[in-house]
């Protein structure tokens, strides 16, 4: 018998954090029915079966019927977490007889520390005072940037004592920290105004995998209309089918840092896309501008 077994259930992420060493994996969700192979084959080798491995596993859309075949097959079910969709799937996790432990990494919050409003800092609005207010009210965070367009704040530890401390004495007082969720409208904005586009397209993408199949479309139209209609929620200016001499844009927008051109495939690579975009010369429109594109 084995201590322990892994199964990573998804390898999508709400989080990026620096000390992740990531994948080049396509980002997906593993099947219930692939779930239950693998589970089936290690429950005769250990009781203690672990759902995580590189993702975040509260992402999985089927997280309740993954942990109800973990209890019809015995297992004491453990769980590492970033703890940012706590406040959506705690009931789930609630009503799980299998869940046996459920780890917080306090090391994932430290590594994103996310922006935060006012009312946050003063504490007004909670009925009992939230873990970041008194983290700031005592000193262990400070203000280290303010975003004008959000009316937020960007906190950090003061020095690296007082991050020593923290983490070494008082860490476990304030777990989980209550953070505003990762696909909210205000993240995606952050990181197309910063030009990532990386951590751009992976919210993109745990954003549709949260999404049932049976509501989504087969063509790629349907991700041009879903796509362009959160790009204007955000408060952007979006284009779709925007024609140039050698063809049409799925979808372009700018900051005034970036321009942004997007080229849609489905069932094909982002390498064909980025061919497509470059032989047709789709930036070529916006050279003058002075704007990188980000496509």
Known sequence: MFNRAYIEITNLCNFHCDFCPGTTRPPMAMRLSDFRTAAEKLRPLTDYL??????????????????????????????????LLLPKKLDILRDAPALHKLSISLH???????????????????????????????GYLTIKDYNPDFFTYNLDYPNEEVKRGFMHSLSQLFAPALTEGELSVYQFVRD????????????????????????????????????SIMLKMMGLYVKTEYQTSNGRIDIVFDTDKYVYIIELKRDESAEIALKQIEEKGYDKPFLASGKPDAS
């Open 50 to 83: 672990y759902l995580h491995v590189m993702g975040e596993p509260l992402l999985h859309p089927d997280l309740d019927k993954v942990l109800a075949i973990c209890r019809e097959l015995g297992f004491k079910t453990c769980m590492t977490t970033n703890g």
């Open 108 to 138: 994932s919050y430290e590594s994103n520390r996310p922006d935060v409003p006012l009312e946050t800092l003063t504490g007004a609005n909670y009925v009992s005072p939230a873990p970041i207010t008194l983290m700031y009210q005592a």
């Open 192 to 227: 197309i105004r910063n030009g990532d586009t990386k951590a751009f397209m992976d919210r993109l993408t745990a954003f549709f995998a949260g999404n049932s199949y049976m509501i989504q479309g087969d063509l790629e139209l349907y991700f041009q209309n879903v796509m």
